[in-house]
């Protein structure tokens, strides 16, 4: 007899836990060390003799084949599981960097680091952060906090960690070193263990569907039909363009400001540890706090981009220090609470489709920012121009979203997931995500 599957209670911990610690660990030694890159991008430009904008999209590329890439990660998870493709996701990750360490040219790191690594690290986000949603609920957003501040971590860690390596074995030796690093993602996968699918009171066979309906599930293509899910993801287009943009030129900027490379990297680590603080208060806040996730988004995101717009008047180190700590702080709240209101938006049963889609639209925007920021560093001779580009876009980034349906708390309530052609495509239960998808009034596109 053929059951109907739907997702069970969250248990709010238990296993959900160890999910969160490979979760951690992936953030850390993905994400943690794209943010600590400014070591080696100073290596890269000096060693290859090329511009920064040339050298900028080694990041930019990685990142962005990162997200466009999570689609097919969404679709394998759904199709043979999210541990054995975390297991893959980590080996690429490991493997590219070790390649690169024997690289000869900016194409080779192009393709090593920015292709292998990349998919890599699709392979492992999607599912683990997918299965983070599907554990918890009422903790959701303390948990995403929790995940995300391993970026922090490892940015403490590793920025002044490089940069010994660096000095220590030359970057071919420390891309090695770090490469083995990278090589645990492989047991952060083999932690992925997914909720057991619960049966409903749904009766007769399941519903036949055509190889057409089979990829748009896997994919989460009809989505792309709900206006609050599209609107939210030009709001993440351009958020992801200007998020990255500081990480990858702080430390140049301060090396052109004249600090010393140590003075440099350890502004890398000022903004770690004002990164693990905001996720923790930014998570708390979250949860027991009267706005809703989207209003959080939006204020921490309009307080980072005022940040960056004050970096001219960082002329001293102490004012540098101060900045980067007020940077570190509000710009550590972005990503978790982005995905904490992803999930509101389309509920824990569309969340691993609705994170590959965001990933590949928010690709164009990771792809564009750091260049970008490059060619302004080039036209301008200066790194001021390029902060205050990404303070602005990060600004109309936050704008957007108050263009999302019920972004006012006055205006009536409805569900993203409405009927269509009076038949209900997704039932949730009353208890499902705590009712937060209907909130989203006029989603249908």
Same mark, same amino acid.
């Given at each position: 007899?053929?059951?109907?599957?739907?997702?069970?209670?969250?248990?709010?911990?238990?296993?959900?836990?160890?999910?969160?610690?490979?979760?951690?660990?992936?953030?850390?030694?993905?994400?943690?060390?794209?943010?600590?890159?400014?070591?080696?991008?100073?290596?890269? @430009?000096?060693?290859?003799?090329?511009?920064?904008?040339?050298?900028?999209?080694?990041?930019?590329?990685?990142?962005?084949?990162?997200?466009?890439?999570?689609?097919?990660?969404?679709?394998?998870?759904?199709?043979?599981?999210?541990?054995? @493709?975390?297991?893959?996701?980590?080996?690429?990750?490991?493997?590219?960097?070790?390649?690169?360490?024997?690289?000869?040219?900016?194409?080779?790191?192009?393709?090593?680091?920015?292709?292998?690594?990349?998919?890599?690290?699709?392979?492992?986000?999607?599912?683990?952060?997918?299965?983070?949603?599907?554990?918890?609920?009422?903790?959701?957003?303390?948990?995403?906090?929790?995940?995300?501040?391993?970026?922090?971590?490892?940015?403490?860690?590793?920025?002044?960690?490089?940069?010994?390596?660096?000095?220590?074995?030359?970057?071919?030796?420390?891309?090695?070193?770090?490469?083995?690093?990278?090589?645990?993602?492989?047991?952060?996968?083999?932690?992925?263990?997914?909720?057991?699918?619960?049966?409903?009171?749904?009766?007769?066979?399941?519903?036949?569907?055509?190889?057409?309906?089979?990829?748009?599930?896997?994919?989460?293509?009809?989505?792309?039909?709900?206006?609050?899910?599209?609107?939210?993801?030009?709001?993440?287009?351009?958020?992801?363009?200007?998020?990255?943009?500081?990480?990858?030129?702080?430390?140049?900027?301060?090396?052109?400001?004249?600090?010393?490379?140590?003075?440099?990297?350890?502004?890398?680590?000022?903004?770690?540890?004002?990164?693990?603080?905001?996720?923790?208060?930014?998570?708390?806040?979250?949860?027991?706090?009267?706005?809703?996730?989207?209003?959080?988004?939006?204020?921490?995101?309009?307080?980072?981009?005022?940040?960056?717009?004050?970096?001219?008047?960082?002329?001293?180190?102490?004012?540098?220090?101060?900045?980067?700590?007020?940077?570190?702080?509000?710009?550590?709240?972005?990503?978790?609470?982005?995905?904490?209101?992803?999930?509101?938006?389309?509920?824990?049963?569309?969340?691993?489709?609705?994170?590959?889609?965001?990933?590949?639209?928010?690709?164009?925007?990771?792809?564009?920012?750091?260049?970008?920021?490059?060619?302004?560093?080039?036209?301008?001779?200066?790194?001021?121009?390029?902060?205050?580009?990404?303070?602005?876009?990060?600004?109309?980034?936050?704008?957007?979203?108050?263009?999302?349906?019920?972004?006012?708390?006055?205006?009536?309530?409805?569900?993203?997931?409405?009927?269509?052609?009076?038949?209900?495509?997704?039932?949730?239960?009353?208890?499902?995500?705590?009712?937060?998808?209907?909130?989203?009034?006029?989603?249908?596109?």
């Amino acid at each position: 007899m053929n059951a109907h599957v739907a997702s069970p209670e969250p248990p709010d911990g238990g296993w959900g836990w160890m999910i969160a610690l490979a979760a951690f660990l992936q953030t850390a030694l993905v994400f943690g060390v794209i943010r600590s890159f400014g070591v080696f991008f100073v290596e890269f @430009v000096v060693y290859f003799e090329e511009p920064s904008t040339a050298v900028s999209w080694i990041s930019s590329v990685t990142v962005a084949v990162l997200m466009f890439t999570s689609p097919l990660a969404s679709a394998l998870s759904a199709q043979y599981g999210e541990r054995p @493709v975390g297991i893959v996701g980590g080996f690429l990750s490991g493997l590219g960097l070790f390649l690169a360490s024997f690289a000869t040219s900016l194409a080779q790191l192009y393709l090593f680091i920015g292709l292998l690594t990349g998919v890599g690290g699709a392979l492992i986000f999607s599912p683990s952060l997918a299965l983070v949603a599907r554990y918890f609920k009422r903790r959701r957003a303390l948990a995403n906090a929790l995940v995300f501040s391993g970026t922090g971590i490892s940015v403490l860690a590793f920025s002044p960690l490089f940069q010994f390596l660096v000095d220590s074995y030359g970057w071919r030796g420390a891309l090695m070193i770090v490469s083995g690093m990278a090589f645990h993602l492989v047991v952060c996968g083999a932690l992925l263990r997914p909720l057991p699918s619960a049966p409903n009171d749904a009766s007769g066979p399941p519903k036949q569907e055509s190889q057409w309906g089979r990829l748009a599930s896997l994919f989460g293509l009809r989505l792309l039909r709900h206006r609050a899910f599209m609107t939210f993801c030009g709001s993440g287009v351009l958020i992801t363009a200007g998020y990255f943009m500081p990480f990858i030129h702080l430390v140049p900027h301060a090396r052109e400001t004249g600090f010393d490379e140590y003075q440099a990297a350890f502004l890398v680590s000022v903004v770690g540890i004002a990164d693990i603080a905001g996720r923790i208060v930014a998570g708390w806040l979250a949860d027991c706090g009267p706005l809703r996730l989207v209003h959080h988004l939006t204020l921490w995101t309009l307080l980072t981009g005022v940040t960056l717009l004050l970096v001219p008047l960082g002329r001293n180190y102490t004012s540098m220090v101060a900045i980067s700590i007020g940077y570190g702080f509000l710009a550590s709240a972005i990503i978790p609470l982005k995905f904490s209101t992803l999930v509101e938006i389309v509920g824990p049963d569309q969340i691993m489709g609705a994170i590959g889609l965001i990933h590949l639209m928010e690709s164009f925007g990771a792809l564009a920012g750091p260049p970008l920021s490059g060619w302004i560093r080039d036209a301008t001779g200066s790194y001021v121009a390029s902060f205050q580009a990404a303070g602005s876009i990060l600004i109309v980034g936050a704008l957007v979203l108050v263009a999302l349906p019920s972004y006012l708390p006055c205006l009536p309530a409805a569900s993203l997931q409405k009927p269509e052609d009076g038949k209900e495509e997704h039932d949730p239960s009353p208890t499902e995500d705590g009712g937060s998808q209907r909130e989203w009034s006029g989603a249908e596109a």
